[in-house]
């Protein structure tokens, strides 16, 4: 099974600041047949079900906010905040939608 | 609009099975790639996907948690059931249902979860 290993576990950022968060995918989820990255990202707020922010590696869902982006391939791969906002507090989980394995989560808080 | 709620008993007991009712509206499941898909999560740990079922009935499963779990549709009540066999204190959190986008295979629609305690 792909093993989905996230860094940090948590990470505080002053309002305004860029966020940085890594995921690592213990095998490849890029597939040459359609040219895709199979990574996604998701926000949880406290009380609430995930959010879907981004998949295949890098394509915004719609409504999300353009201060999130993804990128990366292979097995490498971050989600950035640019600027964050009180409301992006949160913890973020990657996902390799290929076989649905989650990474263990991100903590965001302000600084 | 895609709407997805889950619903099933919130106390278990040890060795019993669970069995959770994902009713949903704003999508078929008759055909294709669009699936429901069951994704727990332990209180205050990580997101862990559990099975997926497709329209064109093809089913999907967790390779940790494969010989306990059994997840079927009835399209004709725009239902996903999900059962777990054998069910341990571990298995205590809350559950989702959600909406599987065609071709992407994201979780793009969530229910609000529901939580299930096992306990004697």
């Known amino acids: 099974d792909i093993v989905m290993t996230q860094s940090p576990d948590s990470l505080a950022v002053s309002l305004g600041e860029r966020a940085t968060i890594n995921c690592k995918s213990s095998q490849s989820v890029f597939y040459s047949s359609n040219n895709k990255n199979y990574l996604s990202w998701y926000q949880q707020k406290p009380g609430q079900p995930p959010k879907l922010l981004i998949y295949w590696a890098s394509t915004r869902e719609s409504g999300v906010p353009d201060r999130f982006s993804g990128s990366g391939s292979g097995t490498d791969f971050t989600l950035t905040i640019s600027s964050l906002q009180a409301e992006d507090v949160a913890v973020y989980y990657c996902?390799?939608?290929?076989?649905?394995?989650f990474g263990q989560g991100t903590k965001v808080e302000i600084k | 609009q895609i709407t997805l709620k889950e619903s099933g008993p919130t106390l278990v007991k040890p060795t019993h099975t669970l069995t959770l009712t994902c009713s949903f509206s704003g999508f078929s499941l008759r055909t294709g790639g669009v699936g429901v898909g069951w994704i727990r999560q332990p209180p205050g740990k990580a997101l862990e996907w559990l099975a997926l079922?497709?329209?064109?009935?093809?089913?999907r499963y967790s390779p940790s948690l494969k010989n306990r779990l059994t997840i079927t549709k009835d399209t004709s009540k725009n239902q996903v059931v999900l059962t777990m066999t054998n069910m341990d204190a571990v298995d205590t959190g809350t559950y989702y249902c959600a909406h599987s986008r065609d071709v992407v295979e994201v979780f793009d629609s969530w229910g609000q979860g529901t939580p299930v305690s096992v306990s004697s």
């Open positions: 079922i497709y329209g064109n009935d093809d089913e």
């Open positions: 996902q390799q939608h290929w076989t649905w394995t």
